[in-house]
């Protein structure tokens, strides 16, 4: 009676465990498996040795004769743990265990084995281990290895090609030149990829699809897409690839309208570009402020039956948003719900980020809690938007209260700064310098080394020593710190202390671009520092710019025009300084006792000289 073999049942997949008794049988009594389920357990073990193992076993299964299939899942997974040696050895024994020699498919997965391991000299020398079998290379394996060699080095492979495949009479097909024109593309080199599609038709050879698209993607890649779509107009059969590439090039250039016209184009010729090319074209419309033709191209896509995802939604929310119809972009939220397409939160914090910009906080506050009703989790956008939005509104109190919220969930503020410094700015902007102070102390549990960074500058500016507190301030964002308000607020003062007014100009400028609209006390500062040294012009600028910021919350007050009013007097120039006046009360604001007395100086002055110069002759 033959003895029973065991089953290592470590070693076997599910879908072999699924056979009925395999657990409990042995061999013997049990149905052969199929080649199919031998090479898919080989490949599913999880080291070569374990591979190797159940190849043997699956030897010694009655009525089981191991065919190409199976030796080539275990050639693939020995190459995978670069086992080549082994690799060899099995494919001398084929011929004499299964009687046959190793197929074309197994020579490429060898091959393709050794150039994810970088063996390129074995690459090369793959020809030569077909011919050990007494066969000639095919045109795929010579393919396979030429495409292994051009993503190593582009000269190897032009060599190979000439030396190796042109030698031994193969010409190559269309595949083959695809493979060269990829490596010349992927090096740049645009002027021999022209070459080689010259020498294609030269040879009679018809250039596809992906052969010119290869070379017009590199050329849009260079910044060439005038040339790259009279480049397109050689393909007799240009394809949604061809389309996708160059609307994607015009959009990056920002050339609306070329984009739009290969967009027709693309649907004239009955494609649809795929969804990044249409949110391209989505973001561009968008950007200058066509969101109805945004939309419009859209449905065109719906209605082709194209592909439109959140990505593409929440471009065209934020592109309404930008314009301020932010009733228009929640109805598309509410659209692109009922057609299938599940908001993310993305597409909430678009929404909470321009209610925060137009001051309309409780509504933002609505949209953050209808995430939690949907279902969709805060993430640290979410937070620090809203809290920034919050605090700089004026509403400190519940910005307190998100920042809680963020601290307690899972995503916290993953050590980064900005909404303990958005709480700053707050403070900041209500005048409480001292509460921001505090505040800023209490941060250094989380941020120790900002906080103390922070407090040398501030003690530098205390004591006047201005220069050490810019080097501190200059090595904080060169080690990718982000500074505070507090530290640009009293930076700027000391600047202006020192009669250096042009850098705290400066540096007031830097503040705002990090979102961060000056108080009065600090607009005022710089504004008085530089009319008294007679840069009334300069001043002037500043405060008109200051204006077109009462959106962001720059609130005028008559510090802003008294300095100003005061040195244009100085100068004479009253009828200015009147001028300015008006302005300023125009805007409710009220002059103060100095703006008065200086206009009345400078009334006088000019009263007298014309008295005085009534007595010369005429």
């Known amino acids: 009676m033959p003895s029973k073999i065991t089953i290592p049942t470590a070693i076997i997949p599910l879908s072999l465990r699924s056979l009925p008794g395999l657990q409990s049988k042995p061999i013997s009594s049990l149905p052969s498996p199929t080649h199919e389920h031998i090479a898919r357990l080989i490949i599913d073990q999880k080291s070569a040795s374990h591979a190797l193992q159940t190849f043997r076993w699956a030897t010694k299964i009655p009525n089981f004769t191991h065919s190409r299939s199976t030796y080539r899942a275990l050639i693939h997974k020995l190459c995978t743990f670069r ?72 000269d190897l492979a032009r060599a190979f090609y000439r030396k190796k495949m042109m030698a031994s009479g193969v010409q190559g097909d269309d595949y083959t030149y695809a493979i060269l024109m990829k490596g010349l593309c992927l090096t740049n080199r645009v002027g021999d990829g022209f070459k080689l599609l010259h020498v294609m038709k030269s040879r009679g050879v018809k250039p596809n699809s992906v052969i010119y698209n290869t070379l017009i993607h590199s050329l849009c890649k260079n910044g060439k897409v005038g040339r790259a779509r009279s480049l397109m107009s050689y393909m007799e059969e240009p394809n949604d690839v061809t389309f996708s590439i160059l609307i994607c090039a015009y959009c990056k250039e920002e050339n609306l309208v070329n984009a739009l016209v290969l967009l027709e184009k693309s649907f004239s010729f009955g494609f649809v570009p795929d969804v990044v090319t249409i949110t391209k074209v989505l973001e561009l419309l968008c950007s200058v402020g066509r969101v109805t033709d945004a939309v419009e191209i859209l449905e065109r896509v719906e209605s082709k039956g194209g592909v439109i995802d959140v990505v593409a939604y929440n471009t065209l929310i934020k592109g309404f948003c930008r314009l301020g119809k932010l009733k228009v972009g929640c109805r598309f939220l509410k659209e692109m719900e009922r057609k299938g397409c599940l908001p993310n939160a993305d597409t909430y914090n678009i929404l909470i980020s321009s209610y925060c910009e137009t001051g309309v906080l409780d509504s933002a506050l609505d949209v953050f809690n209808d995430m939690k009703i949907d279902g969709i989790s805060w993430n640290f956008f979410t937070y620090d938007t809203l809290i920034r939005g919050l605090c700089s509104g004026g509403r400190i109190d519940d910005g307190l209260k998100i920042l809680q919220l963020m601290e307690d969930s899972k995503e916290g503020s993953k050590g980064r700064i900005s909404p303990y410094n958005s709480v700053l700015y707050g403070l900041y902007r209500e005048n409480q310098q001292d509460e921001a102070l505090e505040y800023l102390k209490q941060m250094e ?61 400066e540096l007031m400028k830097e503040m705002t671009g990090h979102g961060y609209v000056p108080i009065a006390s600090t607009f005022n500062a710089v504004l008085s520092g530089l009319c008294r040294q007679g840069n009334v012009g300069t001043a002037l600028k500043l405060v008109e710019e200051d204006m077109r910021g009462i959106g962001r919350g720059s609130l005028p007050g008559s510090g802003h025009y008294s300095p100003l009013i005061k040195a244009l007097c100085e100068k004479g120039g009253f009828q200015s300084a009147s001028m300015l006046l008006v302005q300023m009360v125009g805007k409710g604001i009220l002059p103060d006792y100095l703006t008065w007395n200086s206009l009345l100086i400078c009334l006088s002055q000019q009263t007298t000289w014309s008295v005085n110069m009534s007595h010369f002759p005429k």
């Open 83 to 154: 086992r080549f040696d082994t690799v060899k050895e099995l494919l001398d024994e084929m011929p004499h265990s299964i009687q046959s020699p190793p197929d074309e498919s197994i020579f490429i997965t060898v091959i393709r084995g050794l150039g994810r391991a970088h063996m390129i000299n074995d690459v090369v020398k793959a020809t030569d281990l077909v011919s050990r079998f007494n066969m000639t290379p095919s045109l795929k394996i010579f393919n396979s290895i030429l495409d292994v060699l051009v993503k190593e080095d582009i």
């Open 445 to 505: 549990k989380l941020f120790p080394r900002a906080v103390d960074r922070s407090l040398k500058i501030l003690g530098f500016c205390v004591d006047g020593n201005v220069e050490d507190a810019k080097r501190c301030f200059d090595q904080m964002i060169e080690e990718g710190g982000v500074p505070n308000v507090v530290i640009y607020d009293c930076l700027i003062h000391a600047y202006c202390q020192e009669e250096r007014v042009r850098e705290a100009s």
